[in-house]
């Protein structure tokens, strides 16, 4: 057989059209089963490729019969060369792990961040996902081959949790980087591809139930807001436009302090006590999601065929933390605050897509639209003690955070025999709003003196509480156009070239109001919950002297004071020329190399926005103008029919991401804490080297060995620092930092068939992975850390020499036992996955370092397919997390001592869900 017809009979992982159907679930919700292989089908098989099938003996011609997964990535297809074989980890020039639906569906996870975890040295924190313990910055993320916005401020990388596993038809994890990918490749790549065109008409309802031990029918916190926000979405009373005053104060231009300012109607706007008054719940529901998902298609000509795919879904989840905040005042961790936090976030996600798709021959053409909603509405209550003053506080907060993602997809990938031509084209726009982010703090002194000592009071004043409340709105757009050419030279080469071009656009506002009251406000208003102190009537009653002189009360007035004036408002681009060019070489049989290089032009920006009529003369903004080659090649050597050999060098880009450039305070209700971002930051540069050998067993059964090393210069960094004794967590460059480290990976599949009866159609799978990683940040006494807005200052006052990058942590291991039925949908799967200690962040001058314990996880995943009314599949699907009952685990120690940061227990969750195929 000729090497021509064994390239064809490889060349067949082209992307199909697919299509997401966001549903948006944590781990413990179930949102309808992953696309069956009905709904996502095998591409039909060449002449060629049946002969090629021919050819190959023995276990080789058994991986062909699997399933292929559809993969859609920058350069239309991913070349595979060399072995006959259409296992795409095996295949690939490039070191890659594909999620199938198969295994997708294996590991139960709700979201495609979940399941990932699972993956050989990858992690995840919040929907972030870590690769060999870099943190998000350093990985991208795909979908379709097509970049996306994140609708996360304190994120580059669109967070994957809000992509349920129901609606991905694949995930490809690249560990090496090759020129069609963007240069921003520090850790790897995550492409996500979604759903096919359907080979039948099908219609799929699915929904769940879940709960779990610290919150589900116990007691919690929230506040009224309106009657629509079990949807995620406001009736209009978080709208500010709805208020004449604040929106007009707004417009206007003014300084809140000027005299032209309506104070009295602004507080008035700002007073809805359906946005602030905390409510205790006795019994929180359980959480609920479902969803809907229908498809068609139909042939269109001679041999044509066009596809549509509809689908909507909601989820409604609600979660407990009782968290333990404490802070130092030394390094030997004497208590400085300590503080008991009770929060109750509220999360809705919805989504909604329509999507079509045409097949015209060999060439294909999809257009996706995508909408998703991610909405947490959170409720907190917190008393702790302040050992600076010993005044016992009582902080109560509420707010709104609505995340929207909006993106539409254009693919066209065209074969012309030998040439191929794939053209993409997409524009996203992410947006965040948190409006009415209200904060109320009562002091209580304790003080024998004073009258009111054991009475919990809000005068107003920083001495002895405060009403805080805050606006924030953000929007970012990214338009992105691409083409590459791919052309088949001969048997031994196949080359492409490429141009993309990247330009997005982030508009970002914060303003902060701190409401204070004069001198001669009465102690005793401070007693006073919080719809009345800030009530209409005290209100009015305080923009009125002589009711207050008849009432021999003051005199005083209430004033507010604007805490973000200095920077309100931010303008953030970046736009990204590229053009690339690489070959895929194969002199000889068991012999292939992948190598091309990238040039990026990058020029990034952000700039302080005039808000006032007055300008203020900001100095908060950075110009980055940069253009890099980023060469990268693999070099994968056939040693035995089973036995391979990979070795790959390659360099990469890092850059800051918008929020960590921007100098604005962002509070991230996950991790609990207060950001700022620095103005100075520069462009992280990677070095990368991986050689690894792959040992394929047959029948889906294989095993690996690879070692890596990364070396890093002005690597980004999170500090923590304090303000008013409230943590708040920064950025800036390290000078270098090196990263290396090792991986195994195993999985066997074991046919019970020899053990008769019941076992005749069971397998049994194994999966395992271990991933060893070492970092240290390197700091010289003369290196310097340049953090806005202080003078230049040595790099040691932020970084010690050694310690390891922040997220990274030393062992990640991964464990599946499950039992199969290979005839039909029955499934049994255990879970363990464990993480060693990693650093969140830098510790506050000679404070130690903030350390996570992600600890030992165990879940169990029951699916179990039955037919029902007449023919029709319904899946169950039972799935049990955490068994362990691990907690979170946020902390500092020097060793003999320990104090938490942000601790809390997680519980064990389960959830039941169903899904109904018509």
């Known amino acids: 057989m000729s090497t021509g017809k064994q390239l064809a ?193 099908f219609v799929t309802i699915s929904g769940s139930l879940s709960g779990d031990s610290e919150t589900t029918f116990g007691p919690g916190y929230t506040y009224f807001g309106g009657d629509y926000d079990w949807t995620g979405f406001d009736q209009g009373r978080r709208d500010v436009s709805n208020y004449a005053n604040l929106q007009g104060f707004f417009d206007s231009g003014a300084r809140i302090g000027d005299p032209d300012v309506n ?172 409006p009415f982010e209200w904060t109320f703090e009562y002091v209580r002194t304790n003080n024998a003196n004073d009258p009111f000592g054991d009475v919990f009071l809000n005068t107003l004043d920083p001495q002895r509480g405060g009403a805080i409340v805050s606006f924030s709105d953000l929007t970012e757009d990214l338009y992105y156009g691409g083409i590459d050419v791919g052309y088949f030279v001969n048997d031994w080469l196949n080359a492409t070239v490429g141009y993309a071009y990247t330009d997005t656009s982030r508009f970002s506002t914060r303003r902060e109001f701190d409401i204070r009251a004069s001198s001669g406000f009465p102690e005793v208003f401070g007693a006073f919950r919080p719809d009345n102190l800030l009530g209409d009537a005290l209100i009015d009653f305080a923009f009125d002297p002589a009711a207050q002189a008849e009432a021999g009360i003051g005199p005083y007035n209430l004033t507010i004071f604007e805490t973000t004036q200095a920077d309100p408002a931010f303008q953030a681009d970046l736009e990204i020329h590229a053009a690339y060019g690489k070959i895929n070489l194969r002199p000889f049989e068991t012999l ?141 460059n390290a000078p270098s930092a090196e990263l290396f480290g090792a991986e195994v990976e195993f999985q066997y599949n074991y046919d019970l068939v020899d053990l008769g009866g019941w076992f005749e159609s069971q397998q049994l799978v194994a999966i395992a992975n271990y991933t060893y990683t070492q970092s240290e940040i390197k700091v010289g006494p003369d290196d310097i850390a340049r953090v806005f807005p202080f003078a230049d200052q040595p790099a040691t006052n932020f970084f010690d020499d050694g310690v390891p990058l922040t997220g990274q942590s030393d062992h990640l291991v991964n464990f599946q036992l499950g039992l199969e039925d290979l005839d039909r949908l029955s499934q049994f799967t255990v879970l363990v996955k464990y993480a060693s200690e990693r650093v969140t962040g830098r510790g506050a001058g000679p404070l130690p370092d903030i350390i996570e314990k992600p600890g030992l996880t165990v879940d169990f995943v029951v699916r179990q397919g039955f037919e029902v009314f007449g023919g029709n599949e319904l899946e169950m699907k039972l799935e049990a997390r955490n068994l362990t009952g691990r907690d979170y685990e946020e902390f500092q120690t020097n060793g003999t001592t320990r104090i938490d940061i942000n601790s809390y227990d997680v519980g064990r969750s389960i959830s039941l869900g169903a899904s109904l195929k018509f």
Do not use: C
């Open 9 to 201: 009979g490889l060349l067949l992982l082209s992307t199909a059209l697919t299509f997401p159907a966001a549903a948006l679930a944590q781990s413990t919700g179930a949102e309808g089963p992953p696309p069956t292989e009905e709904e996502v089908p095998d591409q039909e098989l060449t002449e060629d490729v049946d002969a090629a099938n021919d050819t190959v003996p023995g276990d080789i011609a058994e991986e062909e019969k699997q399933a292929e997964p559809d993969i859609s990535i920058p350069g239309g297809t991913i070349i595979v060369t060399g072995r006959r074989t259409r296992d795409v980890t095996r295949a690939s020039p490039q070191v890659v792990t594909v999620l199938d639906t198969e295994s997708i569906a294996r590991t139960g996870e709700g979201d495609i961040a979940g399941a990932l975890s699972r993956v050989t040295g990858l992690s995840q924190q919040n929907g972030l996902v870590y690769v060999r313990g870099l943190g998000d910055r350093y990985s991208l993320a795909l979908l379709n081959g097509l970049p996306l916005p994140s609708p996360q401020p304190l994120s580059r990388v669109v967070p994957l949790d809000i992509f349920p596993t129901s609606v991905v038809a694949s995930s490809l994890v690249q560990k090496t980087y090759s020129a069609n990918f963007p240069g921003e490749f520090g850790g790897g790549v995550v492409n996500l591809t979604t759903r096919a065109i359907p080979t039948e008409d």
């Open 263 to 434: 104070v009295q109607g602004v507080l008035q706007d700002l007073n809805d006590p359906n946005l602030y008054l905390l409510q205790k719940i006795g019994d929180l529901p359980a959480n609920f999601s479902a969803g809907i998902t229908a498809g068609t298609s139909l042939d269109v000509g001679s041999d044509g065929m066009l596809g549509v795919i509809a689908t909507a879904s909601i989820s409604n989840k609600w979660r407990n933390r009782f968290i333990t905040k404490q802070t130092a005042v030394n390094e030997d961790l004497d208590l400085d605050t300590d503080f008991r936090e009770f929060t109750t976030d509220n999360r809705v996600l919805t989504n909604a897509l329509l999507g079509f798709g045409l097949e015209i021959g060999e060439h294909k053409f999809r257009l996706t639209n995508l909408f998703i909603h991610d909405t947490l509405k959170r409720a907190s209550l917190e008393q702790g003690i302040d050992f600076q003053d010993d005044d016992e506080e009582l902080i109560q907060d509420t707010a709104w955070f609505e995340r929207q993602l909006l993106n539409s997809q254009f693919v066209g990938e065209l074969e012309f025999g030998d040439l191929s031509v794939d053209l993409r084209a997409g524009y996203a726009q992410t947006q965040r709003e948190a």
């Open 592 to 732: 292939s190399l992948d190598v091309g290089v990238r040039y990026e032009d990058a020029v990034q920006s952000v700039e302080a926005v005039e808000v006032f009529a007055s300008p203020l003369g900001s100095t908060s903004g950075t110009l980055l103008e940069n253009d890099y080659w980023l060469p990268g090649g693999t070099l994968t050597w056939e040693l035995t029919d089973a036995l391979q050999f990979r070795a790959s060098a390659s360099k990469t880009v890092a850059r800051p991401q918008f929020r960590e450039l921007i100098f604005q305070t962002y509070f991230d209700p996950e991790t609990n804490r207060q950001f700022n971002g620095n103005p100075r930051l520069v462009d992280s540069e990677l070095t990368n080297f991986e050689a690894r050998l792959e040992y394929y067993i047959g029948g889906g059964s294989r095993a690996s060995v690879a070692g890596f090393y990364k070396d890093i210069e002005n690597p980004i960094e999170v500090f923590t620092s304090f303000s008013d004794n409230e943590i708040v967590s920064g950025f800036a």
